[in-house]
């Protein structure tokens, strides 16, 4: 069902570079129609794929404890300044640190845990549970034993 | 020209070796993405970290993919349509913090053009093949599925 508006939403779709970022490039039919901004963390990926306009954030994971301070600001700094309606990511970190922020700010929120994890919600998806109004696992088996919705997958 | 690569996280020197070794025979340049490991592989043309465009570049220009089981480098291969071959990591050789790229191997052996190597000796045979078959970008039934619950979501 449309909005009853339909106006464009503006997207904040946001990714750390490698699979989680090819991830979210496959999704992007989802998107169409609406006002997107894509993240990713490693500079040149973004035009590599076309995907324009983008902006890059710095890397973090949960044992490096400045470069998640460093990723959170740009992130925090990114999210006031553009207010999307809807924070999506696939993942890592910086993904979840988006979801929060965009949360706070009245976004919506999707997290769509990586293909990658096969047998168990990743950390990154455990974390973002909390902050995702709609959190996915690509993986039936996984969504069931989780609590995770499934929708269906990448591949 | 055979293409490896390992991602940008770990250093995995499992596959290092094995191509090392086998680079003699092979009679092929191979060209290494190592990631952050130390070690010097004479035989090969060793890269530690690529560019995105650089990345692109090798991985269209090889003949064949070599490389851990990571999600990016399958799905890299679909993308370029190239005949991909992992060498899953293993958690109990302290490769990575779990065994998941075990898993995803199982889950994607049976895609066309990715080809797994379970053990470093499977490796030779397939990087000799001249007629591996290549990865091609057809999605399954659940991507549409999923990306139209997206979309819903976006717009409600």
């Known amino acids: 069902m449309k909005s009853a508006t339909g106006r464009p ?5 946001i990714a750390s570079g490698g699979g989680h970022w090819q991830q ?3 999704l992007r039919p989802a998107f169409e129609g609406h006002e997107v901004l894509f993240a990713t963390t490693l500079t040149g990926l973004a035009a590599e794929f076309d995907a324009h306009p983008y902006v890059t954030v710095p890397d973090c994971n949960r044992n490096k404890k400045i470069a998640i301070l460093r990723s959170a600001a740009t992130v925090t700094t990114l999210i006031l300044w553009k207010k999307p309606d809807i924070v999506i990511s696939t993942g890592a970190l910086p993904g979840v640190i988006a979801l ?3 949360r706070l700010i009245g976004a919506r929120t999707v997290w769509i845990d990586s293909i990658a994890n096969a047998e168990e ?4 998806g455990k974390l973002a549970r ?7 696992s690509q993986w039936e088996h996984v969504a069931a034993e989780t609590g995770a919705d499934f929708a269906g997958a990448v591949l | 020209m055979i293409f490896a690569t390992v991602g940008t996280q770990l250093p995995f ?3 290092m070796n094995a191509l090392a ?33 650089e990345f692109s570049t090798l991985f269209q220009e090889a003949r064949i993919i070599v490389a851990h089981a990571g999600m990016g480098t399958i ?11 992992i060498l899953p990591r293993r958690h109990d050789l302290g490769e990575h913090r779990n065994d998941h790229q075990l898993a995803t191997a199982r889950h994607v052996a049976d895609l066309p053009g990715i080809h797994v190597a379970w053990e470093d000796a499977e490796l030779a045979p397939l990087l000799r093949r001249q007629d591996l078959p290549s990865a091609d970008e057809t999605p399954g039934p659940g991507r549409a599925a999923l990306i139209g619950r997206l979309r819903d979501f976006i717009a409600n």
């Open chain 1, 9 to 13: 939403r503006r997207i904040l779709a």
């Open chain 1, 24 to 26: 979210l490039m496959l």
């Open chain 1, 100 to 102: 929060a922020i965009g």
């Open chain 1, 121 to 124: 919600m990743s950390m990154s």
């Open chain 1, 130 to 136: 909390r902050f995702a109004h709609l959190w996915l």
């Open chain 2, 13 to 15: 020197p499992r596959l």
């Open chain 2, 21 to 53: 070794t086998l680079v003699i025979d092979l009679d092929e340049p191979v060209i290494a993405q190592t990631g952050p490991d130390p070690t010097r592989y004479l035989a090969l043309d060793q890269r530690e970290t690529l560019a995105p465009a």
């Open chain 2, 75 to 85: 799905l890299s291969a679909r993308r370029w349509h190239k005949p991909l071959v």
